[in-house]
């Protein structure tokens, strides 16, 4: 079965410290994987995806990502967190051709304390 | 170039009612889909669209909903004889004919039911 698991429903970072939150998916294809921020009440803004080559992704807001084929992950890094980062993240995949509905996770919410 | 429209962003309706929510792809996008996002869930795919077809709609609930993106105009999803169970966010996504899949989101509809 096609899915996603972010397996943190909830992280505490400090201000200027720094996050990891993981995914896990499993998908049939090659997948094309995508992290998204969703702040309280706004729609998706695109942080950063990963379709091919280096494994090593960048965003923007100074996230990264990490595609690891051999534990089908795509972890979501930040080395320092600002107050403004609180927010919902999710983790989607999809295929490469236009057309294919994205599948994502459930969510890590994502609070930061001063 | 304007982003993916969605109108309204807030919608109340007693049970019974019909929930029209409308969605205008960005300028030269020709594919529409369709989410929702339920209370403490990530989005679910719902329909994908074309003009004047429906690509897609393993994602829909076989009654009360449909979905529609005629040649002119936006996309509309209707939802007849609403139930508390609606109540939810529902985001429409749009993508380019052809390249990577990427898709772009609206800031959502977010539909209550009372």
């Known amino acids: 079965a096609q899915s996603v698991t972010q397996p943190d429903i909830h992280i505490t970072v400090s201000e200027g410290a720094s996050l990891e939150l993981r995914c896990n998916y499993s998908y049939g294809a090659t997948p094309y994987l995508f992290w998204y921020v969703q702040s309280p009440g706004q729609g998706l803004q695109l942080l950063l995806k990963y379709f091919s080559g280096d494994t090593l992704v960048q965003g923007i807001k100074g996230f990264e990502a990490e595609f690891k084929r051999s534990q089908s992950s795509f972890n979501l890094r930040k080395p320092s967190v600002h107050w403004s980062d609180a927010a919902e993240y999710f983790c989607?995949?999809?295929?490469?051709?236009?057309?294919?509905?994205?599948?994502f996770g459930k969510g890590t919410t994502l609070s930061v304390s001063s | 170039n304007a982003g993916v429209m969605q109108n309204p962003r807030h919608l109340v309706r007693r049970r019974g009612q019909e929930a029209r929510l409308r969605c205008s792809p960005m300028k030269g996008h020709s594919h529409v889909y369709w989410y929702r996002q339920l209370p403490e869930e990530g989005l679910k795919f719902m329909v994908y669209?074309?003009?004047?077809?429906?690509?897609?709609e393993s994602g829909m609930p076989k009654e009360r909903f449909s979905a529609e993106f005629p040649k002119e105009g936006p996309s509309i999803l209707r939802i007849q004889q609403v139930v508390r169970g609606d109540s939810a966010a529902y985001f429409c996504a749009s993508s380019p004919p052809t390249g990577i899949g990427e898709q772009f989101f609206g800031p959502g509809t977010r539909l209550t039911v009372l």
């Open positions: 669209l074309q003009k004047e077809n429906i690509i897609d």
């Open positions: 989607a995949v999809g295929a490469k051709e236009a057309g294919t509905a994205l599948i």
